[in-house]
């Protein structure tokens, strides 16, 4: 599993950041929440499946499984 956000559709409100800090953090000079790892680990994937599930943007996008 990979994640990625979309700049444009961010809404830097954080709770992909909250949810799931391992994976996800808030970058103040972009103003995006970006994805620290390239490839999802195991433990962390329904984490991240529910935080792009929640994201009110939008914003996550993810790819495989
Ligand atoms: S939950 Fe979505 S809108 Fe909110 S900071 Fe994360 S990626 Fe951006």
């Known amino acids: 599993m990979k994640a990625s956000v ?7 409100d954080r709770n992909c950041n909250m949810l799931c800090p391992e994976i996800f953090k808030y970058d103040e000079d972009e103003l995006m929440s970006i994805v620290l790892v390239e490839e999802i680990p195991d433990k962390y994937k329904d984490l991240v ?3 792009a ?9 993810i790819e495989g499984d």
Do not use: N
């Open 49 to 51: 499946t529910q935080s």
């Open 53 to 61: 599930e929640e994201c009110p943007g939008g914003a996550i996008s």
């Open 6 to 12: 979309d700049k444009e559709l961010c809404m830097g």
